[in-house]
């Protein structure tokens, strides 16, 4: 039978999702936390959307197929026994062999949260990203006005990023303010490595006033990762998780994240 997942967790002590040799992954946690509930070979672990060292995830999405019967309550108590404590699995859901948590996705959502502030965070530090000067919103709209819709990101892909192709979908990038913290939220088909980070990047540079927002075109245009501003901190970005038609009974809610952290 097929299992779907649905966990968060804090990528501050990881390096990223994807298995590595190291053993420091959400991936390796989650497989050997299986494993040990099941007292069989870990199962593999196929997940909605890789995410690199650093960033969190609060709704990743993951699936593995198994014969051991168990109730969606039961993977949830029983796995999270054996997971460390920044890696929780929030839901479980018996799906149809049919179901992929990747292929099936329709797209993914992230937000990125963003500190304004003349000192470093401190009790915010790797949850949130950091900025000293002053951020204006509408320079930043505008800039990212230019990103939304189907587009070659070649300039915000980086060197091995492993995508068949540059080309995706963006919807309109939101962008909030509550008190010293921003919110950018991203939704799109799929994303390239870095591709967030390095948009991050460059709508940063405007909200400064380093850059006026039709400089946000001349980058997209010119398919370029050398003419893009550099990939910013990993440390305020979220995976909010992957959208699935309705066919699949799986959550679509991202729990939690009506706040952003140290402002309720």
Not at 93 to 119: I, K, M, N, Q, W
Request: glycine share 10%; with cysteine; charged share 20%.
């Amino acid at each position: 039978m097929r299992i779907a997942l649905g966990l968060s967790y804090g990528g501050g002590a990881y390096e990223g999702w994807q298995s590595q040799p190291s053993g420091r992954t959400v991936q390796d946690r989650l497989e050997h936390a299986l494993g040990t509930f099941l007292a069989s070979p870990s199962p593999n672990v196929m997940c909605a959307g890789r995410t690199d060292a650093g960033v969190h995830g609060l709704m990743q999405v993951a699936h593995f197929d198994t014969d051991v019967e168990r109730t969606d309550s039961s993977w949830v108590r029983g796995t999270n026994r054996y997971l460390p404590s920044d890696i929780a699995i929030q839901w479980a859901r018996h799906v149809p062999d049919g179901f992929h948590a990747r292929a099936c996705a329709t797209s993914r959502r992230y937000s990125y949260v963003v500190l304004e502030s003349p000192v470093r965070p401190s009790i915010d530090a790797g949850r949130v990203g950091w900025v000293f000067r002053t951020l204006a919103l509408q320079p930043m709209l505008e800039a990212a006005a230019f990103l939304a819709g189907e587009h070659d990101f070649t300039s915000f892909r980086a060197a091995q990023c492993q995508a068949l192709s540059p080309v995706k979908t963006l919807q309109p990038v939101a962008i909030t303010r509550h008190g010293a913290y921003w919110r950018f939220d991203f939704e799109g088909s799929a994303f390239l490595h870095h591709m967030i980070r390095n948009i991050m990047g460059c709508l940063l540079a405007v909200g400064q006033g380093l850059r006026d927002p039709a400089w946000m075109k001349m980058v997209l245009d010119a398919r370029s990762r050398e003419v893009a501003a550099p990939t910013f901190s990993p440390d305020g970005l979220y995976f909010l998780g992957p959208r699935y038609g309705a066919q699949w009974g799986l959550p679509d809610a991202v729990p939690g994240f009506d706040w952003l952290p140290s402002h309720p």
